[in-house]
């Protein structure tokens, strides 16, 4: 079927039915908006699964998302949204751009979880958009950010608590969301939620196991979205 | 007196009176961040009488500043505050780092204004922050962050009619605020509000007038603040 969207990451191809899409998670890996890629054999089949298990609990613990069901090893079958082109950053300790946008060394835990925006625009390099930003370039209505904030936190709370339990410490993650036409223009969760969008360590040993290991060329990338993947499995069969 | 603080622009004395400060405004002017320096007679001169006239009329139309009275030619006296280290950019028009964070063309009138934090932190570059960094970095409480959002409004409001009325489109400007211990730290306008810290253009010609023209190399630097300062001294001798 056509593909509506290839990003760097995934594809998205149209279905027989209109309201589903399928989504095809890919093995490439790209960082610094692109500057650098890399193709890691498995890894599409490893964040599909990551994606599919994470995106379940959420939503039998009451967070609207777009899965539907699972397809094959690459790929999951959505609800066909209106994203919102807003990048919402979830953050628990400081990394990365929080620690020159503070002065705070990485490693220091916030005192609370803060959500970032970012304008989901590559050609722009994806700058940071405050609340004001938003509701003037038209991309969500003041409600909508509102709603979108209290479901980033309810996620965060739902996320540190799974991953804790699995044996890791969630630093940061990224989240996207859309409008479901078909449901009131619900806010959804989408997009996905894997080691390329979140920032996870050991929590014994506060290893890096996320996409960190390709963007600081740690190597061992896949043995740590591999272990993400066998632990998430094993917690969630436990539940 | 002993000098208390020295920034790019200012400096800033104790006096005989502890709760007073005596603020001097220099000759000179930096840009991108002190890369780009240079010295303009008069300069000083010019900002602490636009500086004056225009925190007189908000004080008179209700908005608290620290504003006490005139000294002499480059000084005013006023309230000792607790600075806030955040600079407000309130903006109507598309113009600097706003048309790189939206893609808009700069000159671009915004359906509404928007209100912009930024760090006030050289070392880290004055980089952009959001409501949520504000609260956790313990730089404001969310109170004070809407009360003073408000304030930028109505102060916006109150200098776009005044600019209008005097021949100038108020494209955007950058605003600082502190807390008067005298006054149960109630929130006060603070630094000062000139050519340096606009951009101003000529109603009618779109002609910059403002540090924009040092910035760009465009020439004429105190020829156009000096047609600020007169323009706006007339406006408010005659309201």
Chains 1, 2 share one sequence.
Not at 4 to 32: C, I, N, Q, V
Not at 94 to 106: D, Y
Not at 141 to 150: F, L, M, Q, T, Y
């Amino acid at each position: 079927m056509d593909i509506l969207y290839e990003g760097k990451a995934k594809r998205l191809y149209a279905t027989a039915h209109p309201s589903e899409l399928r989504m095809e998670f890919k093995d490439d890996a790209t960082a610094f908006n692109g500057l650098k890629h890399e193709v890691f054999a498995g890894k599409g089949r490893i964040n599909k699964s990551i994606t599919l298990t994470l995106f379940s609990f959420l939503e039998a613990a009451g967070i609207p998302t777009h899965l539907l069901r699972d397809e094959d090893e690459t790929r999951l079958i959505v609800r066909k949204i209106e994203i919102i082109p807003i990048e919402f950053v979830v953050r628990n300790v400081v990394a990365g751009s929080l620690a020159q946008r503070t002065g705070w060394a990485e490693g220091t835990a916030l005192p609370e979880p803060l959500v970032e925006f970012y304008y989901k625009n590559d050609a722009l390099g994806d700058p940071m958009l405050a609340p004001d930003h938003i509701r003037v370039m038209g991309l969500a209505n003041a409600e909508e950010v509102d709603r979108i904030r209290s479901l980033c936190l309810r996620i965060n709370q739902l996320l540190m608590g799974f991953m804790q339990d699995a044996g890791f410490r969630l630093i940061d993650f990224k989240l996207e969301f859309g409008r479901d036409g078909e449901r009131q223009n619900q806010i959804v969760l989408a997009d996905e939620i894997s080691p390329d969008t979140c920032r996870i360590h050991d929590l014994a040993t506060d290893e890096i196991l996320d996409k960190d290991r390709f963007r600081r060329d740690l190597g061992g990338v896949m043995e740590g979205y591999q272990r993400i993947l066998e632990a998430i499995r094993n917690h969630a069969a436990q539940r």
